[in-house]
């Protein structure tokens, strides 16, 4: 069956270092891989959408790799701060013309 | 511009009984999503409308329907209410169908049911 796995364990890092997050895959052969961050409460905001012959994707602090043979998208942020503090999402398409299915997230704390 | 609006944020429903929750999404986009977040599921899709069709549809019991409107507006309906029917229910919005278009959420609807 397809699965998406993120880390259930939150990821607690201290201000100003790097987070990384992961997203592992099976039984898919997406075209597209998409990155949401949401706040408790809140619904999803999208960051990032990386397609499958890129390899990695950057904007402002943050940073997506995409390798299908692996069937993982790690997530980073550097230079992170308490304001980063949510769960992260990945999201990813089920082949052509499926809507997007997400990972369950990983929960990030950062701390001053 | 405005987000994408769900109404209501927040509702109780008794077991037995039906709800109807409503989503206009961003003025231009014509396609609308439809996704269930629990705390053990995570965020589940539910259906997605593109030009008043059903282009796909989740896993979930036929209790569970959608319509767009030709405005884009959108609507879920759940009959006969279960417990496990409680959750955050997300409506999304995209300008075209399909998995390559960025979604955007609004900020949901709560449900509980009793």
């Known amino acids: 069956s397809q699965k998406i796995e993120q880390n259930s364990e939150a990821l607690n890092i201290q201000e100003g270092k790097t987070a990384t997050l992961t997203c592992n895959y099976t039984?898919?052969?997406?075209?597209?891989l998409q990155w949401y961050r949401q706040d408790p409460g809140r619904g999803p905001v999208f960051l990032l959408l990386?397609?499958?012959?890129?390899k990695e994707k950057r904007k402002e602090r943050l940073k997506v790799t995409f390798d299908t043979t692996l069937k993982q998208s790690l997530f980073h942020i550097t230079a992170s701060q308490p304001a980063d503090s949510a769960t992260y999402l990945c999201?990813?398409?089920?082949?052509?013309?499926?809507?997007?299915?997400f990972g369950k997230g990983t929960s990030l704390l950062v701390t001053p | 511009k405005a987000g994408v609006t769900q109404t209501p944020r927040y509702l109780i429903k008794t077991r037995g009984q039906q709800v109807t929750l409503s989503c206009s999404p961003i003025?231009?986009?014509?396609?609308v999503s439809w996704y269930q977040q629990t705390p053990g599921q995570g965020l589940q899709f539910l259906f997605e409308?593109?030009?008043?069709?059903?282009?796909n549809k989740g896993n979930f019991p036929g209790r569970f329907s959608g319509r767009q409107f030709s405005n884009s507006r959108s609507e879920m309906n759940v009959s006969t209410l279960e417990l496990g029917d409680s959750a955050l229910y997300l409506c999304?919005?995209?300008?075209?169908?399909?998995?390559?278009?960025?979604?955007?959420f609004g900020e949901g609807s709560w449900l509980t049911v009793v």
């Open positions: 999304a919005s995209s300008l075209e169908a399909g998995s390559g278009n960025t979604i955007y």
């Open positions: 039984n898919y052969s997406p075209a597209y």
């Open positions: 990386i397609r499958e012959n890129e």
């Open positions: 999201a990813l398409d089920g082949g052509s013309g499926y809507a997007l299915n």
């Open positions: 003025s231009g986009h014509r396609s």
């Open positions: 409308y593109f030009s008043e069709t059903q282009r």
